[in-house]
């Protein structure tokens, strides 16, 4: 994908995509929730769950396992009850989408889930509403805030 290719590391600074040739990457620094990394014949990384008819990365930034972080942040309404769901439109798309993003390397997950989730829900129009859902987002990763892992594994998607 164009968007990927643009923002290869080893050409952009800062860029956040792997280089092309896969045979650049520092292997023994990945790690997979499905164990070990296996290759084809030209050194690409095999889906550890078989074939998918997909090649090379297409819109993924990482040859091999992209670890993302996506909280699932909820509440009751305190007014009504009901269940209610942090969500987000997208800026490239326009489509409603669960917050969150891809896990820098070394990052800690729960630091991905934090930063991703401010990054995309505080685009508030004034300062003293970011201040406050700050302060919330201080009080709610305090001492892990009482989150809970709902799923960690494989996604194919």
């Known amino acids: 994908a164009p968007h990927v290719l643009a923002n290869d590391s080893t050409v952009k600074p ?4 792997d280089p092309v040739d896969p045979t650049s990457v520092d292997w023994p620094c990945r790690a997979s929730y499905e164990g070990p990394i296996a290759f084809d014949g030209h050194q ?5 769950r078989g074939r998918t008819g997909m090649s090379q990365r297409g819109y993924l930034g ?3 396992a992209n ?3 996506d909280p699932i942040v909820t ?8 269940l209610q769901v942090a969500a987000i439109v997208r800026s ?10 891809m896990v820098d390397a070394g990052e800690i997950v729960s630091a991905t889930v934090r930063r991703e989730f401010a990054e995309e829900v505080l685009n508030l129009p004034s300062e003293a509403q970011r201040s406050e859902v700050t302060r919330l987002l201080d009080q709610l990763f305090a001492g892990g805030g009482g989150g809970k892992v709902v799923y960690r594994g494989y996604v194919d998607d």
């Open 14 to 17: 800062g860029g956040w995509a």
């Open 62 to 64: 990482k040859w091999g």
């Open 92 to 101: 490239d798309n326009g489509v409603i989408a669960l917050p969150g993003g």
């Open 67 to 69: 670890h993302a972080a």
């Open 44 to 48: 690409q990384p095999l889906n550890p």
């Open 75 to 82: 509440r009751f309404d305190p007014a009504s009850g009901r």
